[in-house]
């Protein structure tokens, strides 16, 4: 079967197949590989065939926008209305959302079809998709393996053959992280590149929604429709969209690549940096010039990025209180019971976790050590890269320390989890955009390499990868149980 | 930095979060750990640079004050976990 | 016994008069249906964001200017984080570290001929919370979240007042500021000017401030005098009886006229302030704030001086005549209608007709006597056509409605006689019928004038000009 979005348009608009057709395939699909997967929380089968007969007809009228019956899936934390919104959370388990997230309305303004929503760690806490009130995701690759997190059902679909393309949020490396561990193509635009009305929040100074896909081309097209200014989100960037597409094929001829000597020192497994390696080479063949550089606070990421996402987090989540929607506790005695219990049930425990550290971050005598304290090593995280797109175009590294681990491998001990996001989060404190694509395997695990681009380049990303993917086929391999 | 298992309970009261007390014991060493990685960040002097709060340093954008949304209460409250009489409602809070 | 010096500073929250709330579209109208104007915003739906209401920046810059305020170039929004049903998100977003409005000053008249700086700590914006109703069911606590989201831009003042009396004033004063500058409606019982007061006393020529209470729930300033009275005389009987005031809030209980303990607010508060991330530091230009002073209005101070200055009014009457917007633009649309009857016109509207209004509790807006009406009544006074008393039943007859001085002084044949001749007449006709007191007044008997004055004005049914009478009458008793 086709499986680009680029070439499913083409056979859509050729007529040499339904919407319709294609929504029923991958609905048929879901139906049988979902039960091993999880990576669904709900799958809109109405909605789907509804959307694809609309777009069948347009295609009639030879009315057809840029998703035009492609049928995709979204993760379960972006808002969709009358459709269970639930952050794969105990606490939003009943909760079917009153409107349309942008990034939502966006698709359909595009005519793209809804397959369902993605499995994910709860309110996108997590490196695993282990932290899931509706049960961990297993990676396609192997089932006993993680998908990574948070956007672990989005990537694991995409890997799967389950929907041509999803949507995924990063805040610490949710969209890079599993799209390296299920070996597909996935990016995080700069910070305010794409509304984030509607998604609903973990870290509201880190987060940035983007879309998985198996290849540069096909993100392209994603994250096109994605994109844009939205006066409903005040941080949303008043900046024009180029057209990825374009951009596209440009070659990489003398484009200079940094190397952060960081990203390749110890603590990252040697099978992934001689992966890694390859890829460099391939690079090069195609005239890029590799650089040197490095980012001296590289190391103060995580415990930065902890501190502000916690903090932030803390009080993004008080509004799940169990007064207005969501879940409520049975026969609360009195308000502070009913605040306790709703939310002591309704949240899991790395939630729980994260809220506690939070609240404890911003309270009476702490504020200036640990929050304030963050924020200026922000700006020394952000100088780093300013300094180092002074002299490079991009850069370059892998996406992860490790391939994808074992289910539960890592549970009782939340520090080593954070540890899975060095090389990510650091953009996310930025606000630079950055992507994973997939350059090999180790172990029969994929391996993802990221690529760094200055603020708003993500056309020199799109650019730079669709260049490797067309001398390289990783990111067309699907696991065996799946082709 | 640890946290002993009172500051376990004050922190959860005061994130208005239910512990079970024999959870109470892990979450101390849980969040204990937590906050030694985060203490890593001591290991730099930042005095004198300007927190970053906004990774573009952008400005807020002002809205024009007009009237753009209508009322949707059945929906909204369609949701709800307790409503009557178009009031959410909630055990009676004395003040 | 010591003496005590009370001393109080006050947090006015001043709901701001913008169509729509200050983070979202939805209306801000007062009354509608419970939770009818709370949108997705409001309800602090997941996934919503905040945009700032370009209008509620605009206003707290104009009172900002107006209080001589440092007004900041960079001004940040913070989340106040505490949970309680009325507070959708479990944060308010408000200001803290940078708020729009810095340190200002506003001048008082406690009584006449007084005048006091009152220092203005700073003023900045926040979001209202919903209103909780504890009545409506027996079991539970009702929500409505329509007022949640409406712009409010709370002051902060200086611990500068020393007495119930001039907390009144400054509280006045600002009411009357944010009513001119068309930032608030100042409505008490809708609750869109709310007053917080927080008193402590110490002895007499102590420097270090005593214990503070902060009292809530004042929503008149009648009540706020007497709650502030209250509670001076609280914490003076505790400390005279070897008690501790303890640092707590209380609220206003106006029927039992007293102030009581808040228990549940009485948890140590930690509101873990930080900035809002999805609000981005608002940037303010000197262009910006140019612009704004450009088109304030004229302030009550100004109109005061002027009033003085070039309308040559008493400094009391000024005050009073500027106390409040509506009051002073009543009085220069009548002056419009009868120039250069300043004093006349001042002394109606504080008298007679503020009179009128408070008996009826109208606003001056709700005034049946309109400007121009009145301006009529007293050009007739000062064109001889009524006399002083006249003008009384002119003026009670507009407020019942029977149409402007004109018609009503037609109607009723209220004009004065003036016509000399006419009332030479009538004069003789009282003489001839007199002789007695006719006698005594030559015998020297002055009071007897009096008599004669008063039969004229009967024989004229009240409409001879009485000036004139007198002086004729004494013309011809003489000869």
């Known amino acids: 079967m086709a499986n680009g979005v680029a070439e499913i348009r083409r056979g859509l608009k050729a007529g040499k197949f339904s919407s319709v057709e294609i929504t029923q395939d991958y609905l048929a699909r879901i139906a049988l590989h979902n039960p091993a997967l999880n990576c669904f929380i709900s799958v809109t089968d109405e909605i789907a065939l509804a959307q694809a007969r609309q777009a069948d007809a347009a295609l009639a009228r030879g009315e057809s926008a840029a998703l035009t019956g492609v049928p995709l899936a979204h993760k379960d934390l972006f808002c969709t209305d009358g459709v269970k919104t639930s952050c794969a959370s105990r606490i939003l388990d009943n909760f079917i959302a009153p409107y349309d997230a942008t990034v939502i309305e966006n698709f359909k303004r595009d005519g793209a079809v809804m397959l369902g929503k993605t499995n994910m760690d709860e309110f996108a806490m997590g490196s695993s998709n282990e932290n899931s009130y509706y049960g961990c995701v297993a990676n396609p690759w192997n089932t006993e393996y993680v998908p990574g997190g948070s956007s672990g059902g989005s990537a694991a679909a995409v890997a799967a053959g389950l929907a041509l393309g999803a949507s995924g949020t990063d805040t610490g490396g949710s969209i890079r992280q599993p799209a390296a561990l299920c070996g597909i193509t996935g990016i995080k635009p700069t910070y305010g590149r794409v509304s984030r009305y509607g998604m609903i929040a973990f870290g509201s100074s880190l987060d940035q929604g983007g879309p998985f896909a198996r290849s540069a081309e096909d993100c392209a097209l994603l994250l096109q429709t994605m994109s844009g200014f939205d006066p409903r989100d005040s941080t949303s960037a008043e900046q024009a969209v180029p057209d990825y597409g374009a951009a596209l094929g440009q070659g990489i001829e003398g484009l200079k690549i940094g190397l952060p000597q960081e990203y390749f020192a110890d603590g990252l497994d040697a099978g992934i940096g001689a992966v890694i390696e390859n890829a460099i080479e391939e690079l090069q063949k195609l005239g890029a010039v590799i650089v040197d550089i490095s980012l001296p606070n590289t190391g103060l990421s995580i415990p930065t990025y902890y501190v502000v996402a916690m903090a932030e987090c803390s009080s993004n989540l008080s509004r799940f209180d169990g007064v207005r929607f969501g879940h409520r506790c049975d026969n609360p005695t009195d308000l502070e019971d009913l605040y306790k219990r709703s939310r002591g049930e309704g949240f899991g425990a790395e939630v729980k976790r994260r809220i506690m550290i939070g609240s404890y971050a911003l309270s009476k005598g702490y504020y200036d050590a640990y929050y304030l304290k963050a924020q200026q090593l922000r700006r020394l995280i952000k100088q780093d890269f300013q300094q180092a797109f002074d002299s490079v175009d991009l850069i370059l590294g892998p996406t992860t320390p490790e391939t994808a681990f074992k289910i539960g491998a890592k549970t009782d001990d939340p520090v080593s989890m954070y540890l899975q996001d060095i090389y990510t989060i650091s953009l996310n404190l930025a606000g630079l955009p950055g992507m994973s694509l997939p350059v090999g395997f180790c172990d029969g695990l994929p391996v993802g390499m990221q690529l760094i681009g200055n603020y708003f380049n993500e056309s020199g990303l799109l650019n730079a990868a669709h260049c490797y993917q067309q001398v390289s086929d990783w990111h067309q391999q699907i696991p065996e149980a799946f082709r | ?95 | 016994m010591s003496e005590w010096e009370s001393v109080i500073g006050l947090e006015i929250h001043a709901q701001l008069a913008t169509r729509s709330k200050i983070f979202s579209g939805a209306a801000t109208a007062f009354g509608a249906e419970p939770n009818t104007q709370a949108c997705a915003v409001d309800l602090g739906m997941p996934g919503v964001l905040p945009v700032l209401n370009r209008e509620a920046v605009t206003m707290a810059i104009r009172f900002g200017v107006a209080i001589d305020a440092e007004i900041d170039h960079h001004s940040v929004f913070a989340r106040k984080n505490y949970f309680y049903p009325d507070l959708p998100k479990g944060y308010q977003i408000s200001q803290y570290e940078l708020p729009i409005v810095g340190k200002g000053r506003i001048f008082i008249s406690p009584a006449e001929g007084e005048r006091r700086e009152i220092g203005i700590t700073r003023a900045h914006l926040e979001e209202d919370a919903g209103k909780s109703i504890h009545d409506k069911f027996p079991e539970q606590s009702a929500i409505d979240l329509n007022r949640a989201g409406t712009p409010l831009l709370e002051i902060v003042s200086e611990p500068d007042m020393r007495s119930a009396k001039e907390a009144v004033a400054y509280a006045r004063k600002i009411h009357s500021l944010v009513r001119y500058l068309e930032i608030c409606d100042g409505n008490m019982q809708e609750g869109s000017f709310r007053c917080d007061a927080n008193v402590s006393v110490r002895p007499k020529g102590q420097e270090e401030l005593g214990t503070r209470a902060e009292i809530k729930n004042i929503n008149s300033f009648r009540f706020l005098e007497r709650a502030i009275n209250f509670e001076i005389d609280r914490q003076i009987n505790l400390i005279e009886n070897r008690e501790e005031v303890v640092q707590e809030t209380r609220l206003y209980d106006s029927e039992r006229d007293e102030t009581r303990s808040m228990r549940s607010k009485e948890e140590a508060n930690d509101y873990r302030y930080f900035p809002d991330p999805d609000l981005l530091p608002v940037a303010i230009t000197d262009e910006d704030i140019a612009a704004i002073r450009a088109a304030l209005p004229e302030l009550p101070e100004q109109k005061k001086q002027r009033y003085i200055d070039q309308l040559e009014l008493s400094d009391y009457n000024a005050e009073l005549l500027t106390a409040n917007r509506e009051t002073a633009a009543f009085f220069e649309t009548a002056l419009v209608s009868a120039p250069g009857q300043s004093a006349q016109l001042a002394n109606w509207i504080l008298g007679d007709l503020t009179g009128a209004l408070n008996k009826a509790s109208l606003e001056t807006s709700e005034s049946p006597i309109s400007p121009e009406m009145l301006a009529q009544l007293i050009s007739r006074i000062t064109d001889n056509t009524i006399s002083g008393k006249m003008a009384k039943e002119v003026f009670e007859s507009m407020w019942q409605g029977e149409g402007d001085a004109d018609a009503i002084i037609e109607r009723r044949g209220l004009k004065q006689i003036t016509d000399s001749g006419a009332i030479e007449s009538l004069i003789d006709e009282v003489i001839a019928a007199n002789a007695d007191q006719v006698e005594q007044f030559r015998a020297g008997k002055d009071k007897v004038l009096g008599f004669f004055v008063g039969q004229v004005m009967k024989q004229s049914q009240g409409k001879a000009n009485p000036g004139q009478v007198n002086a004729m009458l004494r013309e011809k008793l003489k000869t």
């Open chain 2, 1 to 95: 930095m640890s946290l002993k298992t009172d500051d376990v309970r004050n922190i959860a009261h005061l994130a208005r979060l239910h512990i079970d007390e024999a959870d109470v014991d892990k979450y101390a060493a849980d969040l204990s750990s937590i906050l030694d990685l985060v203490d890593q960040m001591n290991q730099v002097d930042s005095q004198g640079v300007t927190p970053l709060a906004n990774p573009l340093d952008a400005t807020q954008r002002l809205r024009a004050d007009e009237v753009t949304e209508s009322d949707q209460r059945d929906k909204f409250q369609g949701i709800a976990p307790d409503v009557e009489q178009g009031f959410y409602r909630v055990p009676k809070v004395i003040e």
